[in-house]
Nanobody, 123 residues
């Protein structure tokens, strides 16, 4: 399987910055798209940003110009630099990866999630 572990969440005042990191591990054959999603209490999980293996990105309108997603394919990591944070950015942020892992001579594809990291922005 593919395991994803996030780090970098925390508490910050409005206008501040945080950088989230996510590392993938396991018997990974390949990782395609990676991304960040978030879920605030009472809300559905929503896309924040995604990045392809080639580096193409897309962002939710609410974070464009403030957040930047990047990845290091060699390290199997994805990052989310969050600037000019607002109280409405408060949520649990989840790392996501679409990839293929191997077990013996078999290969399996899937959509994988981290456990989430809390980001709290105070006004």
């Amino acid at each position: 399987q593919v395991q994803l572990v996030e780090s970098g969440g925390g508490w910050v005042q409005a206008g501040g910055s945080l950088r989230l990191s996510c590392v993938a591990s396991g018997n990974i054959f390949s990782i395609n798209d990676m991304g960040w999603y978030r879920q605030a209490p009472g809300n559905q999980r929503e896309l924040v940003a995604r990045i392809t293996s080639g580096g193409s990105t897309n962002y939710a309108d609410s974070v464009k110009g403030r957040f930047t997603i990047s990845r290091d394919n060699a390290k199997k990591m994805v990052y989310l630099q969050m600037n000019s944070l607002k109280p409405e950015d408060t949520a649990v942020y989840y790392c996501n990866a679409v990839g293929i892992y191997y077990s013996g001579r078999n290969y399996y594809g899937g959509d994988y999630w981290g456990q989430g990291t809390q980001v709290t922005v105070s006004s």
